[in-house]
């Protein structure tokens, strides 16, 4: 009888033993599905085509209703700006500027037709 209880025990024990491993398999995988959602949020962020602009956003500072610098106003919600549209020496003002918030970004123009200057 002895060794009846025994080997009941090690049964319980290798089942319990085997079932914890169950309960953090399923949080495993979400922790893995996360990163491969993150993973495929960066690839299309990463990817860039010639079609886009590079530009700025710039807006004022909380607090500041409008200014104006480098020839350009300027308000709380902002514009974006081309870079191409800008001189090197309107971008460092723009930068310099404590009263302005400037934000490097890539303007997306999917299915957009953009007319320029010849």
């Not at 010639?50 to 480098?70: C, H, L, Q, Y």
């Not at 971008?91 to 299915?111: C, M, P, R, S, W």
């Amino acid at each position: 009888m002895a060794e009846e209880s025994k080997n009941e025990n090690k049964q319980e024990g290798s089942t319990a033993a085997s079932s914890a491993p169950a309960a953090t398999s399923p949080e495993k995988k979400k922790v893995a599905a996360k990163k491969v959602a993150k993973k495929k949020v960066a690839k299309k962020v990463a990817t860039k085509k010639e079609s886009d602009i590079d530009g700025v956003w710039v807006k004022t500072k909380p607090g500041v209703k409008s200014f104006r610098r480098a020839g350009l106003a300027f308000n709380e919600v902002g514009y974006g700006i081309a870079l191409d549209a800008l001189t090197k020496e309107q971008l460092k003002a723009l930068k310099d500027e404590k009263n302005l918030i400037v934000e490097h970004t890539t303007f997306i123009t999917d299915g957009i037709t953009i007319a320029r200057k010849e």
